[in-house]
């Protein structure tokens, strides 16, 4: 099991691009960047993450050492399925 999460990196479509692409570097012209979309908007992306990531440090600040210890448990039990 990976330890964190992990993100599929962007693959062209099929050979053809990555042929294409290599005969741009041997011509000497720049390879344009592949256009890759995933159907999310870039914008809601970047507040989602800003969010999440001050929420959590804001909960655990108002949080109880009792409080947080339960909610570690809980966290555990649900990743690795020991009830």
């Not at 979309?37 to 109880?64: E, F, I, S, Y």
């Not at 448990?73 to 020991?82: E, I, N, Q, S, T």
């Amino acid at each position: 099991m990976p330890t964190r999460s992990s993100k599929k990196k962007p693959r062209h479509p099929d050979p053809s691009v990555l042929a294409f692409i290599i005969v741009q570097v041997v011509i000497g012209e720049p390879p344009s960047p592949p256009t890759v979309d995933n159907g999310k908007n870039p914008h809601a992306v970047a507040l989602g993450c800003m969010g999440g990531l001050k929420r959590g440090k804001a909960r655990a600040a108002v949080m109880t050492a009792k409080q947080r210890s339960a909610a570690a448990k809980k966290a555990a039990r649900a990743r690795w399925g020991k009830g």
